[in-house]
């Protein structure tokens, strides 16, 4: 009988609007009385009325009650199973009357019929699978699982096609509950989804809807509310636009937004109609713009991210902005997800004709910059999903090279020769440097000249600026890539003295140990044979190695001061420029041409035991040894260096040690001596 008046009670507050927070207890109290009715009835009706109350549903932000709904039926049914496991575990018995577990379900279940539209069945039957399956609960018996499963799927399929009821809440609930479900669903009732239905709702809702990522416009308005103050700029946690943010990142889809992005992702794989595929494509591309332009219009992208403890202030650092980062981030994890799939059905699926192929390639590449200011902060090969994405894009593309010259010229720097003052222009120059560098062998010499060099020199010969560490070992990276590609001669021949002079400069301020070895070492390579400048310039790496020999002897031999940290970037061994020197000439042993290798044996070892650090000695040791025998070297040298370390006095001279004493005892008389017949 209490039950009986509670549900008396309970539906008779359910028939008057309310405030939210009195319709969030009353879904409460519904969800306790879910598990307490005894009668099948009342239990439907209770059911019935949940779905259509007003004091549930007239009110504006209506989201948020559908998924206080879901979370109603998710807690009714974890309570049942657990007044089932209290029964199976003690004699006493909750009422001769309860409904049991089955009964139970197959009763709400009975309330999803005609008098609700077919978009709020999914929230019981979604709330249902997701209370009683989630988390490994594994509360149902396998046929009655496999039944609500189908019917999960089942009302989603007819919420979709029901054309009466496409409002906004319509959708973006089904978005909801397929995003809560999912991952629970067998692999055949996902193949059940009407995919081609599903793939544009979901994108709009995630990335443009109100109850989404409302196209990034939130990143151009809060910029209203950055003030400065006391010469650093500040994003309070009261202003406007802060709630604005938090109340998206709070937002039912976007608390769920790595599983609707797996949802998006299979259905891009899945769709039959492959011009929903490339709409997803030039979706993500268009939404990544806007997001790219409105931070850009924001004061923050103003302060470049080595810089943000001087220029901001402690709330914005410790508060506002946290919130955003993460936001942002969770954005830039989406959005690859989904690309992960639709390069995986690019890649396997002959229905994509090849002639677009280069388009979903530069549509991605795009997609990239515009998200490069979130994930440089990450580091670009933070996750392997990312690293996939960017390295198939630029794979694709490299068999185009019309198409891939006709993107470089788009997204070449603004000013060409200059370097950017605003960080955000610097953040897109360094993405054109890095992906650049993968094209320079396929690029005509004179696109090579007048983009990728015109790019790269400004950041190879600029003052040292710890801000530009990472775009300084870019452009050199690229300017290594042209100067590698034999069809670049005439210009490695033009650029190759101004450069080497350069490197020597510029070292160790703006250019960190890896580099400048990796810098040397291609050097080498490049003007030895077979390369043509070899047959013009012979002596060209002998020289070279002799600067670096020469440089050794007065180089400084205190630890070089770390360079900016770059995220995604291992730490490097703390070296002394000697050291870097020493390695670079060792480095530069496996590429040396093999009639100059036999001279610059020994002179490596003599330059290596000037080192007086030990710890430093021994390193660069450790490193010689590695060259000589870890297959590095081609058969000839390797046979050229064998000799050289056994019977050249190469063993003395590199780990300087005293010659092995020829002492007996000897055997005699095995031959007899040799007497002179003359």
């Known amino acids: ?23 969030s207890r009353l879904l409460g109290s519904a969800s306790t009385l879910l598990t307490l009715l005894s009668n099948p009835r009342n239990l439907l009706l209770l059911t019935h009325q949940i779905l259509s109350a007003p004091a549930i549903w007239d009110r504006p932000d209506r989201l948020n009650t559908a998924f206080r709904v879901i979370s109603a039926f998710n807690t009714a049914s974890i309570q049942v199973l657990k007044r089932e496991a209290q029964q199976v575990q003690s004699t006493y018995q909750f009422g001769a009357d309860s409904l049991q577990k089955e009964e139970w379900v197959k009763t709400v279940v009975k309330a999803a019929d005609d008098r609700s539209p077919r978009w709020k069945h999914t929230m019981i039957l979604g709330g249902l699978l997701v209370g009683f399956e989630a988390q490994g609960r594994n509360g149902l018996s396998p046929d009655l699982r496999r039944l609500l499963e189908s019917a999960v799927v089942t009302a989603t399929n007819l919420a979709l096609e029901d054309e009466q009821n496409q409002s906004e809440l319509a959708l973006h609930t089904v978005c909801l509950v397929v995003g809560h479900t999912f991952d629970l669903l067998h692999e055949v009732e996902k193949r059940r989804i009407d995919h081609n239905r599903l793939l544009p709702l979901l994108t709009k809702a995630i990335y443009f809807s109100r109850n989404g990522l409302q196209w990034g416009y939130f990143l151009g308005t809060m910029d209203a509310d950055i003030v400065q103050d006391s010469n650093k700029f500040n994003w309070s946690a009261k202003s406007t636009t802060f709630f604005q943010v938090k109340k998206i ?53 103003e302060v470049d991210v080595s810089e943000e403890t001087i220029f901001l202030h402690d709330e914005a650092l ?29 890649l396997g699926d002959r229905s994509i004709p090849q002639v677009q192929h280069p388009f979903v390639a530069i549509q991605t590449l795009h997609t990239l910059r515009n998200l490069y200011f979130i994930s440089m ?49 610097r ?10 560098e993968y094209f320079a062998s396929d690029l005509p010499p004179f696109v090579n000249e007048d983009l990728l ?30 100067f590698s590609s034999p069809h670049n001669h005439a210009l490695t021949t033009k650029f ?56 050794s002897e007065t180089a400084s031999r205190d630890i070089i001061p770390p360079l900016a940290h770059q995220p995604g970037v291992d730490a490097e061994t703390p070296l002394s420029e000697q050291a870097v020197m020493v390695l670079a000439l060792i480095d530069s042993l496996t590429v040396l041409p093999f009639y100059t290798l036999d001279e610059w044996l020994p ?62 005892p000897f055997m005699s008389g095995a031959l007899p001596p040799q007497e002179s017949k003359l």
């Open 318 to 346: 410790n508060t506002t902005l946290p919130m955003l980062w993460q936001l942002l981030k969770s954005t830039l994890f989406s959005v690859i997800i989904a690309q992960t799939a639709l390069f995986s059905r690019l």
């Open 1 to 23: 009988m209490t039950s009986e008046r509670s549900l008396a009670t309970l539906l008779r507050a359910l028939q008057s609007s309310t405030g939210d927070q009195d319709a």
């Open 249 to 301: 990142a709070t937002a039912p889809l976007m608390t769920i937004l790595g599983s609707l992005s797996r949802v998006t992702a299979f259905c891009a794989e899945s769709v039959s109609d492959t011009n929903l595929y490339f709409k997803l494509v030039e979706d993500v591309s268009a939404f990544t713009r806007t997001l790219c332009v409105q931070w850009q219009q924001n004061k923050l992208s």
């Open 496 to 551: 190759l003295p101004q450069y080497v002079d350069t490197v020597f400069r510029v070292f160790p301020q703006n250019l960190s140990p890896r580099q400048f070895r990796l810098a040397i070492k291609t050097l080498i390579r490049i003007t030895s044979p077979p390369f043509a400048i070899s047959e013009t310039q012979p002596l060209f790496p002998s020289i070279l190695l002799e600067l670096v020999r020469t440089r």
């Open 603 to 664: 002179l490596t070892a003599e330059a290596l035991n000037n080192i007086q650090d030990r710890n430093l000695l021994d390193l660069c040791r450790h490193r010689f040894w590695e060259v000589l025998s870890n297959g590095e070297m081609d058969v000839a040298r390797a046979e050229s260096c064998l000799n050289w370390w056994n019977t050249g006095g190469g063993r003395h001279a590199v780990l300087k040690e005293a010659p092995i004493a020829q002492k007996g």
């Open 377 to 425: 902060r990450l580091g670009h090969n933070t996750f392997s999903q990312q690293a996939f994405v960017y390295t198939t894009s630029i794979d694709i593309l490299w068999r185009h090279p019309i198409q891939a010259e006709a993107f470089l010229k788009e997204i070449r720097p603004r000013e060409l020769g200059k370097i950017p003052e605003h960080p955000h222009l």
């Open 453 to 482: 060099m015109a790019a790269a020199t400004p950041y190879t010969n600029a003052r040292t600026d710890s801000r530009l560490i990472e775009l300084f070992e870019a452009a050199h990276s690229v300017t290594l890539a042209i």
């Open 427 to 436: 953040c897109l120059d360094l993405f054109f440097l890095n992906t650049a």
